[in-house]
């Protein structure tokens, strides 16, 4: 079993900055990906970013050359620049480990002005 606990989410206006925390109980270095992924309201939950074990990255074009996901032993973190209004979703965390798929309990980010 791996818990995620995801935090850093909040309120923000269009063109602000956030970082996302999601601290995991095992090792990041020891999972297949570490991942990032948002659902809004009436949407599917889409993948935002992750990061292998071999420390390739991936990003969907909307959040391309904005956000950074990166991790250290225990955590994985995304940071958010040039937020836009269509970034406002709960943010997931999810890590690959041993077949499975684990999730965080998400965390609300909110682009308004």
């Known amino acids: 079993q791996v818990q995620l606990v995801e935090s850093g989410g909040g309120l923000v206006q269009p063109g602000g900055s956030l970082r996302l925390s999601c601290a995991a109980s095992?090792?990041?270095?020891?999972?297949?990906?570490m991942g990032w992924y948002r659902q809004a309201p009436g949407n599917q939950r889409e993948l935002v970013a992750h990061?292998?074990?071999?420390?390739s990255t991936f990003y969907a074009d909307s959040v391309k050359g904005r956000f950074t996901i990166s991790r250290d032993k225990n955590t994985a973190y995304l940071q958010m620049n040039s937020l836009k209004l269509e970034d406002t979703a709960v943010y997931y965390c999810?890590?690959?480990?041993?077949?499975?798929?684990?999730w965080g309990q998400g965390t609300q980010v909110t682009v308004s002005s």
């Open positions: 999810s890590a690959d480990y041993r077949g499975n798929r684990y």
């Open positions: 095992v090792s990041t270095f020891s999972t297949h990906a």
């Open positions: 990061i292998t074990g071999g420390e």
